[in-house]
């Protein structure tokens, strides 16, 4: 009998030609740059989503599914806003700056929002507001109009920037557990990656 030739199979790599692991935050000057080009091409629901995105630090699911209301004390925008985690159930509370509150009326006034209407209505009818997926793929078309390569930010860089801002700033851990509504504090250092961070930075102050 003849030997029997092996069969070989080709393993199926899922992340083959994919970015693998946490989604960088945006630098300041990118986030700048983004800003500039949605306001020169009067794009004000865009720019109200990203601001708000900044600011707010929720998760996608969180961010999109924001009525008015939510975010509103009559007809001025809060300061300060408060809303469930679908993820944790738990409530988180944001602030809300003066630009992005600006950003948010223009685009309710532009939109001709009512008080418990979508803030990021969807065109689609069957859907209340604009959809995670779609939010993603707004995420990767600014940050390709500057130049960055957008299979490498995801809507969890925009949540990661401002954390990541105050942490380098302040260095206090749980003040950014808090704001990014974590239950542990494990979970944020993992999440914004620091303890990697902080030993590169001793590293590079590390002279042999």
Do not use: C
């Not at 983004?34 to 961010?63: F, P």
């Amino acid at each position: 009998m003849y030997p029997r030739t092996p069969v070989i199979t080709q393993k199926f790599i899922w992340n083959k030609g994919k970015l693998v692991g946490q989604k960088p935050p945006l630098k300041l000057k990118e986030v700048w740059s983004i800003r500039t080009r949605l306001q020169l091409a009067g794009r004000l629901r865009d720019l109200a989503l990203l601001n708000l995105a900044i600011d707010s630090k929720l998760r996608a699911s969180d961010l999109v599914g924001l009525r008015v209301t939510d975010i509103s004390q009559g007809d001025h925008i809060a300061h300060r806003a408060i809303v469930l985690q679908r993820k944790t159930q738990r409530p988180v509370q944001f602030e809300i700056t003066g630009q992005t509150r600006h950003a948010v009326s223009s685009s309710i006034e532009w939109a001709g929002l009512g008080t418990n209407d979508s803030l990021f209505p969807s065109r689609i009818r069957s859907a209340h507001h604009i959809s995670t997926r779609q939010y993603a793929r707004l995420v990767k078309m600014w940050v390709a109009d500057i130049g960055l390569d957008p299979s490498a930010y995801g809507t969890h860089s925009l949540r990661r920037t401002k954390a990541t801002l105050i942490y380098k700033r302040r260095k206090n851990l749980r003040a950014v557990q808090l704001l990014l509504g974590h239950t542990k504090l494990e979970s944020t250092a993992r999440y914004l990656g620091i303890e990697v961070e902080d030993a590169l930075e001793v590293a590079e102050q590390t002279e042999v």
